[in-house]
């Protein structure tokens, strides 16, 4: 088994699962114990770095004085809908394409991903079941470290100064919140952070969350005729009063989506929690207006019901920046080119730290790491491609 995938293995196993519920920065301190680590290790190269008070490392491999300084990101936490505690990766050999018993309960079975009939033969990284795998996105940080390690040990290939930096909170939308581009130093950058490695991404959704507060009014169920009103019950048919075409799971593309993420109450009162997305501006406001007016059908149909929402913006598109800097893609479309790839580009359709970069001076697309099926117990993670994404990032830097 090879230093890069040794490192991922020992990355996924250390618990950093970000918590949108705390307001500490970290969100959850368990976050730095990889980070912490992973300092240790670009010290250990010989490589200057440091936390910030955010808890943001930075450093930078130096290399030719004469050329353009590229960054390379990734987050170390991982995402909420599955625990990250405990991670038993395994190591599945030569996979035969056929479903992968995860343990007595789950299957990973290409009739239902057919992304894996894609990678018979190749060595495949899965879950235990029990957990996600975290590859979202600790294989982006194995993989940046890994081209580190390349050029630490080969120096006399001459490469572009690598500016680095790993951050936290990328799974709860605050990742970037606190980036310096100026402690940074990259003139450009790339997230290593998504799933197909022939992929250069570019072009994000705008994105806003909803918070919405449904009050009701609690009467005993045996005195409640034309009395009660429960926020819960009013919660449901909210929801049922947006388009249901908009729910994630009927969208594809560049298709915009109104995603319900959680719901919580009593008869008394319910909180529902929405994120909503779309690369067009102007459908995302469109989209927004949707919930203004679903408010107002709600109260009007059910009186007693108050409905109060809170819309928030996210992040915008990044494609705006990238149109206007499209040095990055250019150079990452010259190394795919010298390695006899064909790069696609894709429309992202997620959250990427390198959006927020990208409107803070960092022009950063996303590349990504052979990593699939994110957030959850079926996430895998393909050894050959996860290989490939690191020849694609050290052909980015080198200088022929």
Partial sequence: MDKAIERFLDYVKIDTQSDESSSSVPSAAKELNLTKLLLEQVKAMGIPAYIDEFGILYGKLEGEEDSDPIG???????????????????????????????N?????DPKEFPVLSAHIGEDLIV?????????????????????????????????????????????????????DAKKFGAKYAYTIDGGDPYEIAYETFNAAKVEVTILGKAIHPGEA???????????????????ATKR??????????????GIEGNVAEAHMHYIIRNHDKKKLE???????????????????CQVKIQIEDQYRNMKEVIDEHPEAVNTAVKAFNKLGLTPLFPPIRGGTDGATFSFKGCPTPNLGTGSYNHHGRYEFLSVKEFNLMIEIVKAIMTID
């Fill in 72 to 102: 390379l990101n990734s987050h170390v936490d991982t995402a909420s809908e599955e625990s990250g505690k405990d991670v038993k990766p395994q190591y599945i050999e030569n996979y035969d394409g056929k479903a992968i018993k995860l």
């Fill in 104 to 108: 007595d309960q789950y299957s990973l």
């Fill in 127 to 179: 879950t235990s079941g029990d957990t996600l795998l975290g590859a979202d996105d600790k294989a982006g940080v194995a993989i940046i470290m890994a081209a580190l390690d390349y050029f630490v040990s080969h120096p006399e290939v001459k490469h572009h100064p690598i500016c680095f930096c790993f951050t936290p909170d990328e799974e709860i939308g605050r990742g970037p919140d606190h980036f």
């Fill in 225 to 243: 005729k034309n009395k009660l009103v429960n926020a819960c019950t009013c919660a449901f048919k909210f929801d049922r009063l947006l388009p």
């Fill in 248 to 261: 994630p799971e009927y969208t594809e593309g560049r298709e915009g989506f109104n995603h319900l993420i």
């Fill in 286 to 304: 469109e989209q927004k207006k949707e919930f203004q007016t679903a408010v107002k059908e709600l109260e009007d149909r059910y009186p007693g």
